[in-house]
C-alpha cells in the first residue's frame, strides 16, 4: 500500500495522537512525509505513538508532548514547545482529542456534563485559536485544521447529551473559523466519524455494539485509518477549495 506523499515539509500537530482515531493520523501523516508533533494527555501513550512513526522521508522529524487541551496555559506551553524546537507554528492541526462520560440526561450530573464540554468543545477552540494565531503571527498563514466531530452531533444518541452537544458545537465552531480565517489561507474542516472501533468504542457494552453495528448499511465498524485517510485528505492540498464543511465518515450509518 504506497502512500501519496502529500505532506512533505508540513508540520502538523495531532491531539488525542496517543490512541486510536489520533494515532492512526500520526502514523498516516508521517507517511505522507510530515513531521508530526504527537500530543496527548498521557505523555506514555504519546510517545508510544512517537516511537512507531516512520521517519525516513524528505526533513522529517517528530516529536511527543504532554498537554491537557482543556487547559489555555497547557496549549499556550504547547505551541510555545513547538516553535521553539521547529522554530515555525504547524501549519496542519488535527483535533482529535476528546473524551465521554455518558449517562442518561435525568441522571446527568453537571460535573460530567461540564467535563465532556470542556475536553471535547473548548478544547478545540483553545487549540484552534493557538495555532491561527501563531500561524498568523508569523506573517506566511496558509493552514488546515481538522476537527474530530462525531456524527452523534447531528442525530444526538441516547446517553450522550453532553457529548452530543460538545460535538454539534465543535462544527459551529469550524464553520466560523472557516470564515474567519479564510482570508489567511487557513482552512477549517470537520471529520464525522460513525462508529470506529478504538479504545473509546471499547467500553461500549457487546450488546449496544451488534445493535449499532446493524443500523450500518456497511455491516461493519470502521478502522481509526479510514478516518485518518480523510484527515489526510482535509490536510493536503487536493482539499485546497474545501473549508468549513464536514465530511462523514460513518459506513452510510444515519444517511438522510
Ligand atoms: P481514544 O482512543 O480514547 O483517543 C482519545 C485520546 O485523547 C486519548 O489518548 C486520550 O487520552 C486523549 N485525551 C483525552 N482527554 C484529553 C485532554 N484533555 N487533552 C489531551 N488529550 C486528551 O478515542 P478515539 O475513539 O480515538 O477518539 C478520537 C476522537 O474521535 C474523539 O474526539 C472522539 O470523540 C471522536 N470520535 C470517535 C468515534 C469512535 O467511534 N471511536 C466516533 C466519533 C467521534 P486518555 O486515553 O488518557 O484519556
Do not use: W
Not at 461540564?114 to 503571527?137: E, H, I, P, W, Y
Not at 470564515?179 to 449496544?208: H, Q, Y
Request: charged share 20%; glycine share 10%.
Amino acid at each position: 500500500n504506497m502512500a501519496a506523499a502529500r505532506l512533505i515539509s508540513r508540520l502538523a500537530l495531532i491531539t488525542g495522537g496517543g490512541s486510536g482515531i489520533g494515532r492512526a493520523v500520526c502514523h498516516r501523516f508521517a507517511s505522507e512525509g510530515a513531521s508530526v508533533v504527537v500530543a496527548d494527555i498521557s505523555e506514555e501513550s504519546a510517545n508510544e505513538t512517537l516511537r512507531s512513526l516512520q521517519s525516513d522521508l524528505r526533513g522529517q522529524s517528530h516529536m511527543a508532548a504532554k498537554v491537557d487541551v482543556s487547559s489555555k496555559e497547557s496549549i499556550t506551553q504547547l505551541v510555545t514547545s513547538i516553535q521553539t524546537h521547529y522554530f515555525q507554528p504547524p501549519s496542519v492541526c488535527v483535533n482529535a482529542a476528546g473524551i465521554t462520560q455518558d449517562d442518561f440526561l435525568l441522571n446527568m450530573t453537571e460535573e460530567q456534563f461540564d467535563r465532556v464540554v470542556q475536553v471535547n468543545l473548548k478544547g478545540s477552540f483553545l487549540v484552534t485559536q493557538a495555532v491561527a494565531q501563531a500561524l498568523v503571527a508569523c506573517g506566511a498563514p496558509k493552514g488546515s485544521i481538522v476537527t474530530v466531530g462525531s456524527i452523534v452531533g447531528k442525530v444526538g444518541n441516547i446517553g450522550q447529551a453532553n457529548y452530543a452537544a460538545s460535538k454539534a458545537g465543535v462544527e459551529g465552531l469550524t464553520r466560523t473559523a472557516a470564515k474567519e480565517l479564510s482570508r489567511f489561507e487557513i482552512r477549517c474542516n470537520c471529520v464525522l466519524p460513525g462508529f470506529i472501533s478504538t479504545p473509546m468504542t471499547d467500553k461500549v457494552p457487546e450488546k449496544v455494539i451488534t445493535k449499532m453495528k446493524s443500523l450500518v448499511p456497511m455491516g461493519r465498524m470502521g478502522e481509526p485509518a479510514e478516518v485518518a485517510d480523510v484527515c489526510a485528505f482535509l490536510a493536503s492540498d487536493d482539499s485546497r477549495y474545501i473549508t468549513g464543511c464536514s465530511i462523514e465518515v460513518t459506513g452510510g450509518l444515519f444517511i438522510g
